[in-house]
């Protein structure tokens, strides 16, 4: 028997999960995301625009905590993010979302009677429609280390993420100058090596006066 209507949006688990710590010469990198997952026995609902939920492109609303996110229309009035990128799988195993990231959006797998209504375990790439864009470079937050991010000493080993302004209570003390595949590529000046991901993992930083 075929299951009834699809439900008009994927209900948010959590929304803003802290920023992960950068550790050191050795560390992972941070971010915030959102889990987002379906109701027992029920898919996620299109926008029309294409088979999968929230594939790149397409646009969400903007979601909360026990709120929904939706598909909507990237020229409505409700598209508040565009997904960069979509990847099926763990984020902890996928690709390394676009530099332009501001959030991402752990979806969660739905088992349905079709691949119409089912949806495999993934993450979407978002970038927020308007400002602000935590994501960029200085800002202090969003998934990625990239170059022009700042960071500061939490404990020994381990740093994390703040505002480039100083406008945070945690002042920076390093800039991220440089992105690389070794620490033997960085500049002289490189006083912190921070691991990024991807296809330059290594993150040269120099301590700011």
């Given at each position: 028997?075929?299951?009834?209507?699809?439900?008009?949006?994927?209900?948010?688990?959590?929304?803003?999960?802290?920023?992960?710590?950068?550790?050191?010469?050795?560390?992972?990198?941070?971010?915030?995301?959102?889990?987002?997952?379906?109701?027992?026995?029920?898919?996620?609902?299109?926008?029309?625009?294409?088979?999968?939920?929230?594939?790149?492109?397409?646009?969400?609303?903007?979601?909360?905590?026990?709120?929904?996110?939706?598909?909507?229309?990237?020229?409505?009035?409700?598209?508040?993010?565009?997904?960069?990128?979509?990847?099926?799988?763990p984020l902890a195993?996928?690709?390394?979302?676009?530099?332009?990231?501001?959030?991402?959006?752990?979806?969660?797998?739905?088992?349905?009677?079709?691949?119409?209504?089912?949806?495999?375990?993934?993450?979407?790439c978002m970038r927020?429609?308007?400002?602000?864009?935590?994501g960029d470079p200085?800002?202090?937050?969003?998934?990625?280390?990239?170059?022009?991010?700042?960071?500061?000493?939490?404990?020994?080993?381990?740093?994390?993420?703040?505002?480039?302004?100083?406008?945070?209570?945690?002042?920076?003390?390093?800039?991220?100058?440089?992105?690389?595949?070794?620490?033997?590529?960085?500049?002289?000046?490189?006083?912190?090596?921070?691991?990024?991901?991807?296809?330059?993992?290594?993150?040269?930083?120099?301590?700011?006066?």
């Amino acid at each position: 028997m075929r299951r009834g209507a699809l439900p008009k949006a994927l209900l948010v688990c959590a929304v803003l999960v802290g920023m992960y710590t950068l550790t050191a010469c050795q560390g992972a990198g941070r971010g915030e995301a959102a889990a987002v997952a379906a109701p027992a026995g029920a898919g996620p609902t299109r926008s029309g625009q294409g088979p999968v939920f929230l594939e790149a492109e397409e646009c969400a609303s903007r979601g909360r905590a026990a709120a929904a996110i939706e598909e909507v229309p990237c020229a409505g009035p409700a598209a508040a993010a565009r997904v960069l990128a979509r990847f099926n799988g763990p984020l902890a195993k996928g690709p390394r979302c676009p530099s332009a990231t501001d959030y991402v959006l752990h979806i969660t797998a739905v088992d349905g009677v079709s691949e119409e209504d089912s949806a495999p375990e993934g993450y979407a790439c978002m970038r927020n429609l308007r400002p602000p864009h935590p994501g960029d470079p200085g800002m202090g937050g969003g998934p990625l280390t990239v170059v022009g991010d700042c960071v500061y000493t939490e404990r020994r080993g381990v740093v994390k993420e703040t505002a480039c302004d100083g406008s945070p209570a945690r002042p920076p003390e390093y800039l991220v100058t440089r992105t690389v595949r070794t620490r033997a590529d960085c500049p002289p000046s490189t006083a912190l090596y921070v691991q990024v991901g991807g296809g330059t993992p290594i993150g040269c930083a120099r301590r700011l006066a």
